[in-house]
């Protein structure tokens, strides 16, 4: 008699449980039946939308039989909501009005218990964003960069004096380059290659200042030494003559006192 009592007290409890499990939270059992994702991409928690147009963008799988992706966004009591019967990547753009919102992702499938609905399969976590027709202003241009200001150190008074630049900007171009040669004369030009010539000995502080279409303006400068210098004169044969004949004459010395030794050795 006790063992019927334990009997009908476990299959009690069993119809209770499966019971509750069926009539009660009957989503629970599809949760675990199926596994499933979702993977939020755009917008991201707390964004900030310019302009109206929301981006969204996130990734689904499921082995749900004729799933069901529903993208859900809500503002205070309104909802809107997209449907979509295919998973992997769900990319679409929606306009929105100024405000606050929240938004999620669903999967459902198609309810063998009651035909023509659907049943939740799994959800993902929310997010907000906040869209506003303020439009930032643009980033500041950005000044041009020298990357390279050549020439030679010395150089001699009524020498021909290269200056090289190279230099680029990083939101625009170049318009031309000021080469300061020191001196009181400067050159406006836009090739990047500049000549001159020193009058006077002496040190001089050279720069050259790249401008760019905004106008905007960056400067390298260096110092070049100028002094007077007369490159030496080639020797001429006439010159040379007196150097040659000495060396003819030691050089000849030379053999006859080498003869007068091997012959007096012969003696």
Known sequence: MRKIF??????????????SAVLIKPDIILRLKYTSSITLYTPEDDAIIYGGEVPFSFYVTTDAPSPQVCLLVRKGTGIWEYEFYYTGWINKTVTFENGNYTWWVEIYTPSKINPGSWDLVKTSAKRTFTVTDYTPPPPSPKAPVIKYFGFPEEAKVGETVTFTVSAYDP????KYNIFDFGDGETLLTSASVATHTYSMPGEYKVSVTVVDNDNLKTTKSGEITIYEGVSPEPVSPEKSAPYIFIVLLVSSITLVGIAGVFFSKKK
């Open 171 to 174: 939101d625009g171009e170049i």
């Open 6 to 19: 334990v009997l009908i007290a476990i299959a009690s409890v069993a119809v209770i449980v499966l019971s």
